[in-house]
C-alpha cells in the first residue's frame, strides 16, 4: 500500500479490505477483528453521523480507551471529511470543556466510564448538539452509540474528501496558559503513517502491540494510521498497565511496539517480567522522553537486543529514530526520516556546527498545517516553511541526533506535555494566591516533576492542603505539582519577570518528592 500514496485515511481501509479482508486488523480481548469487518464498521458509523448531519469540516469529540470503537469512530470522521478533537481521558472536566467548546464540537461520543466526567456539557457548550454513550446496556436510546449504530441510514451522499482538508485536532500544552489545538490533515498524518512505516519496518505480518493511547498523538499518528497504512495487526489492551501489557506480548506474540520510558521501566521492574515469554518483541522504540543508561542496561540484560530511541512532538510525530536493522546508534535518537530535513540554529537563527547544540527546524510532509484558531501561535510556529519546536539537539558526523532539552518552556512529566504557564493560571485563580512560578525537577523515574512555588495575598492563611484541592479539581493528574513552597515575595529578574533560572536552582534543592 505505501507505493500507491493514498491522498485521503479512508483510502487505507478500503485498499485492504479489498485486497486482504480476513487479514486481522484488530485484536482486542477475544475479538479479532479482520480488515473487511472493520471497514464494514467504519461505514457504518460514518452513515450514522452523516445521519446526525454532521458534514464535512465539522468537529467532533471522542473520549475512549483503547477500544476498536474508537478506531472506527476515527475513521468514520475521516470518511466523511470531519475533524476529530480526540478527548484525554485523564482531564478534569474544565479542559474537556475548553477542548470541546474551543473547537467547537458539535458531537461528543464517549465511553461508558467517563460519562459522568461529561454529563451535562451538551448544556454549558453552546457548540455541543448532542452526547452519545457507548455502553452496551444503556436504556436511553436516543444517547445509546449502538442503537443509533444498529439504525443507520443507508442511503446517503458521500462528501467529497480531499487530501489538504484538517483530519484530527490535539490539543496540548505548550508555552501559553492554554492548550493549542495542533491540527493535522489527511496529508499530514499519511506522510507521517510512510515515515513510521519505512523507519520501523512495519509489514504486513507485523503484530504491534498499541501501549500509548489512541487519543494521544503517538496513539493515532505514530502507530493506528501507520499499521493500516502497512496492513498489520494490532493488539489493543483497554488498561494499559504495565502487567497487562506483558500479558498482552506473550498472548498474542506481539512483535512491535512503541513505549514511554515511565511505562517501559514498570514493565522491566514486574515481577510478571521475569515470568512472561517476550521473546516475539523484537523491536521496541521508545519516545516521549529521554531514556536513562539504567533504561537501556535493563531491557538489553531482560531482552537481549537494543532498545530503539525515537523523537517526535505533536506538531510533527517521530520524524527521528534508530531502526530495527540499523543504522542504529544506542543513545542517541536516531537518524532523521527520509522526507525529513532538520537544521539545527542558535538564538540568532544561524546553523550551528558539527557537534553544536541548537534547536530543531524541521521541514517535511508530516508537519501540522497550525494551531486551530490560533494565528499567532502558527505564525510564531511555522516560519518561512521551518517548524520550530523549540527542542535542543546537537549531530554528530554520520547523522545521528543526540537529545538535550526540550522546549525550555516544557516540562515532561511521565511522558506527558506540561505547559508551566497553564499550570500557573489555574494556581493564580485561587482568590487567596497573589502569583505562582512552576518549574521542572529532573526525577529517575518520570523524566521530571512539578515544582510549585506560591506567594500568597496579604493577610491570607497560607494553606496549601486547600488550594492543592482546588488546583486538582480543574487540572489533569499529571498536571498537578507534586511539589509546594511558599515564598514572599517570588524572585523576579531586573526587566521585571519572574526568575525561573534561580527557582529551577531553589526547587533542585529542595525535596521534590511526591507530595
Known amino acids: ?34 480488515h ?30 483503547n477500544r476498536p470503537e474508537m478506531l ?10 470531519a475533524i476529530v478533537v480526540p478527548i484525554n481521558t485523564r482531564y478534569q472536566r474544565s479542559e474537556i470543556e475548553y477542548a470541546l467548546d474551543h473547537s467547537e464540537c458539535r458531537l461528543l461520543i464517549v465511553d461508558k ?6 454529563e451535562g456539557l451538551d448544556q454549558s457548550v453552546s457548540w455541543l448538539e448532542r452526547i452519545l454513550v457507548r455502553h452496551p446496556e444503556y436504556e436511553i436510546e436516543e444517547d445509546a452509540l449502538h442503537f443509533h449504530l444498529a439504525n443507520a441510514p443507508t442511503k446517503i451522499e458521500w462528501p467529497d474528501v480531499q487530501p489538504d482538508d484538517p483530519a484530527v485536532i490535539f490539543y496540548t500544552s505548550g508555552s501559553t496558559s492554554r492548550p493549542k489545538g495542533v491540527t493535522h490533515t ?17 509489514r504486513p505480518d507485523t503484530i504491534w502491540l498499541v501501549s500509548t493511547g489512541v487519543g494521544y498523538v503517538a496513539g493515532l499518528s505514530g502507530v493506528t494510521v501507520p499499521a493500516f497504512l502497512a496492513g498489520c495487526t494490532l493488539v489493543l489492551v483497554a488498561d494499559l498497565q504495565a502487567d497487562n501489557l506483558l500479558r498482552a506480548i506473550e498472548q498474542y506474540r506481539a512483535d512491535t511496539t512503541l513505549l514511554l520510558p515511565t ?33 537501556y542496561e535493563q531491557f538489553r540484560k531482560r531482552m537481549g537486543h537494543d532498545l530503539l530511541q525515537a523523537f517526535g512532538m505533536t506538531e510533527c510525530e517521530g520524524f527521528l529514530s534508530n531502526r530495527p536493522s540499523g543504522p542504529n546508534r544506542n543513545r542517541t535518537v536516531g537518524q532523521p526520516a527520509e522526507g525529513i530535513t532538520l537544521r539545527l ?17 524541521i521541514k517535511g510532509d508530516s508537519v501540522m498545517i497550525g494551531y486551530w484558531e490560533d494565528p499567532e501561535h502558527t505564525q510564531e510556529a511555522l516560519q518561512d516553511g521551518w517548524l520550530h519546536g523549540g527542542d535542543i539537539a546537537s549531530c554528530d558526523e554520520d547523522g545521528f541526533y543526540t537529545f538535550h532539552e526540550r522546549n525550555r518552556e516544557i516540562i515532561i512529566h511521565g511522558g506527558s506535555n506540561v505547559g508551566p504557564h497553564e499550570v500557573e493560571d489555574v494556581i493564580d485563580s485561587h482568590p487567596d494566591v497573589k502569583e505562582s512560578c512552576v518549574v521542572g525537577v529532573p526525577d529517575p523515574h ?33 498536571k498537578v505539582p507534586d511539589a509546594w513552597h511558599t515564598m514572599d515575595p517570588i524572585p523576579k529578574t531586573a526587566t521585571g519577570k519572574i526568575d525561573r533560572k534561580l527557582l529551577h536552582q531553589k526547587a533542585d534543592a529542595e525535596d521534590t518528592s511526591k507530595a
Open 1 to 34: 500500500m505505501t507505493d500507491s500514496a493514498p491522498g485521503i485515511l479512508n483510502d487505507l481501509i478500503r485498499h485492504h479490505a479489498e485486497e486482504n479482508p480476513d487479514h486481522s486488523a484488530i485484536q482486542f480481548e477475544d475479538q479479532t477483528i479482520s
Open 36 to 65: 473487511g469487518e472493520f471497514y464494514e464498521d467504519v461505514t457504518r458509523a460514518a452513515r450514522m453521523l452523516l445521519g446526525f448531519g454532521i458534514k464535512r469540516g465539522d468537529r467532533l469529540g471522542l473520549m475512549f480507551p
Open 72 to 81: 472506527f469512530l476515527y475513521f468514520a470522521c475521516f470518511r466523511i471529511g
Open 113 to 118: 466510564h467517563f460519562l459522568p466526567m461529561v
Open 186 to 202: 489527511h496529508f499530514s498524518l499519511l506522510g507521517n503513517a510512510r515515515i513510521q512505516v519505512a523507519t520501523r519496518e512495519i
Open 263 to 295: 511505562m517501559l521501566l514498570e514493565m522491566l521492574q514486574s515481577p510478571l517480567s521475569e515470568t512472561t515469554n517476550l521473546e516475539s518483541l523484537t523491536a521496541c522504540f521508545v519516545a516521549g522522553d529521554e531514556c536513562s543508561h539504567d533504561l
Open 345 to 361: 540554529v542558535d538564538d540568532e537563527g544561524n546553523d550551528v556546527e558539527q557537534g553544536q547544540t541548537g534547536e530543531i527546524l
Open 446 to 478: 518520570y523524566g521530571a516533576v512539578l515544582a510549585a512555588f506560591i506567594e500568597w495575598e496579604p493577610y491570607t492563611q497560607d494553606n496549601l492542603d486547600e488550594l492543592k484541592t482546588w488546583v486538582a479539581s480543574r487540572l489533569a493528574a499529571y
